[in-house]
């Protein structure tokens, strides 16, 4: 079986620092997402790419850059971290059109 | 617009007894829905998802969902719940253009089990 592996699983940033989240999967998946978790505000979408190469803005793009070199790979950025966010980013991948979401395991960022 | 909501940020029901969360959705067309879990520090797992068709859906670990469009609703149900339910259950919605299926969650609802 396949799997998405997102590293690190813990991120510890200063206010105004560019931080870098990795996300790998070994599905051969076409499509993949970068989401953000608040807690009370369930999971909104930042970038999501349908291919090698291809970035797609979400709903709360602003503040990230995202990177799809590879098609196993996507990395999203924090432009410039904010002083006290604390959230969980997952990442996710879909396989051909209606196919399953598989998610990671997540991301948690904390901001000092 | 598009929407999901889960009216319920938490529930606590005892060990045994049934359960049901509910989900709302706001949707332009035919929707594709779905119910996610997630176990601590783990990501979302899929519990079940509803294409166009028979309402009842069946899904994982004896859950199940029923599709409504005149209530515009899709809750999750169990018949009886066990302490390994204790999670956060998200609803969803999909904009399910091909290759795109970006999907659009609920706020969650925390799910609690007393013994």
């Known amino acids: 079986g396949g799997i998405i592996t997102q590293t690190p699983k813990f991120l510890i940033g200063q206010e105004g620092q560019k931080l870098t989240l990795k996300c790998q999967q070994n599905f051969n998946h076409d499509t993949m997402y970068w989401y953000r978790q608040d807690s009370g505000k369930g999971l909104r979408l930042i970038y999501y790419?349908?291919?090698?190469?291809?970035?797609q803005k979400g709903d709360l793009s602003e503040g990230y850059d995202a990177s799809r070199e590879k098609k196993s790979s996507f990395s999203l950025t924090v432009t410039s971290a904010q002083k006290n966010e604390m959230a969980v980013f997952l990442c996710a991948s879909m396989g051909p059109a209606n196919s399953d979401y598989t998610f990671g395991s997540g991301t948690r960022l904390l901001v000092i | 617009a598009q929407s999901v909501t889960q009216p319920d940020a938490r529930v606590t029901v005892s060990e045994g007894a049934s359960l049901q969360l509910r989900c709302k959705y706001s949707?332009?067309?035919?929707?594709?829905l779905f119910w996610y879990v997630q176990y601590p520090r783990q990501g979302l797992q899929l519990l079940l998802k509803y294409y166009p068709g028979d309402p009842v859906v069946q899904g994982v670990n004896g859950f199940e969902a029923e599709f409504s469009k005149s209530n515009s609703s899709f809750h999750l149900r169990k018949a009886s719940v066990h302490w390994s339910d204790w999670a956060v259950y998200f609803c969803a919605v999909s904009q399910m253009n091909y290759n795109q299926g970006k999907l659009i969650f609920g706020q969650g609802t925390k799910l609690s089990i007393k013994p």
């Open positions: 790419s349908i291919t090698e190469n291809d970035l």
């Open positions: 949707y332009f067309g035919t929707p594709y």
